[in-house]
């Protein structure tokens, strides 16, 4: 046969694209070597439009016979990996993988999830951190409880409750009934985000006056949050 009729035939049975996510996670998904073999091989048929190959398909293009192929897709079935399906127009039966993209989609949302309950933990721990350097001692248990519930039940970030710190510390207001009612007026107003919280404190700071007033006049504004 010459190279070229030899390429053509190559190129007429196509290529099978793997996603990489498959690939890079199969064995999160509690998958072997052998059982991930067969799903590529069972992958492949369907891309040629093959959708339930028998074991002995299988088996002919692996070092597996056909019961072993049999029992390895029986693993993938018992680990919801693939399924066994019935057309409702042509009445075949098919491999679905519906609950293989499924489990990798599980997989990353949890993997997310875990990622931000930690983001948020470590911001907590900022945030309580943040407050004992400002106060100068360790918070209270009445004041870490108010501290939890800003973001528990009030459902404040810890940015904005940073910001309402700021708004504090520049009012020489440091005290947790003045920061309840900033964050109690911002969510009010429905002010969410440090950029938000920010602008609303420009609108009731006093201009900046002459170069030779004292860094602390600047800081002091105006607004009384306990007024409002």
């Not at 035939?9 to 072997?32: A, C, D, F, I």
């Not at 127009?89 to 489990?103: A, C, H, I, R, V």
């Not at 911002?186 to 006093?206: C, D, H, L, P, S």
């Amino acid at each position: 046969m010459k190279e070229k009729e030899m390429m053509i035939r190559w190129m007429e049975q196509g290529t099978t694209s793997v996603p990489n996510v498959l690939l890079e996670n199969y064995k999160r998904l509690s998958l072997n070597e052998q059982e991930m073999m067969v799903l590529l091989h069972i992958y492949s048929y369907s891309q040629k439009g093959i959708t339930f190959p028998s074991f002995e398909e299988l088996s002919n293009r692996m070092s597996m016979s056909a019961s072993d192929c049999a029992g390895c897709v029986k693993k993938l079935i018992q680990k919801q990996v693939v399924a066994i399906e019935q057309g409702s127009q042509t009445g075949y039966e098919f491999y679905s993988f519906e609950p293989l993209w499924n489990k990798l989609a599980s997989l990353f949302e949890s993997e997310a999830r875990g990622q931000s309950v930690q983001q948020a933990m470590v911001e907590e721990k900022d945030l309580y951190s943040l407050f004992e350097e400002e106060f100068g001692r360790p918070l209270s248990s009445i004041e870490c409880e108010t501290l939890a519930l800003w973001i528990d039940q009030d459902g404040h970030e810890p940015p904005v409750i940073k910001a309402a710190l700021r708004e504090a510390v520049l009012s020489m207001k440091l005290n947790f009934r003045y920061m309840d009612r900033i964050l109690f007026e911002w969510k009010k107003q429905g002010i969410k985000t440090v950029e938000q919280a920010r602008e609303q404190g420009k609108k009731f700071r006093k201009p900046a006056g002459a170069e030779n007033v004292s860094r602390s006049e600047h800081a002091v504004p105006f607004y009384n949050w306990l007024e409002q």
